[in-house]
């Protein structure tokens, strides 16, 4: 499967694809090296890591940003 699809609008990438973009920055990887080597902007990569990062939750549970919108 690849990583991504164009479309009108540019560039779009699948959740797996994202994901593992910010698991490999939590390995300690650079923004700035993911995005050479996947061709992906850096405040694209920022925005996933917001957005997919667990935050901890008060009764020690663990969900990310989208996880809780949908709470």
């Given at each position: 499967?690849?990583?991504?699809?164009?479309?009108?609008?540019?560039?779009?990438y699948n959740d797996d694809f994202?994901?593992?973009v910010v698991v490999l920055y939590h390995s300690s990887q650079s923004v700035r090296d993911l995005s050479s080597e996947y061709g992906v902007s850096e405040v694209s990569i920022y925005a996933w890591i917001k957005k997919l990062t667990p935050m901890e939750l008060e009764d020690g549970s663990s969900a990310t940003p989208d996880d809780y919108a949908k709470l």
């Open positions: 499967m690849c990583p991504m699809t164009n479309h009108k609008s540019g560039k779009r994202r994901k593992m």
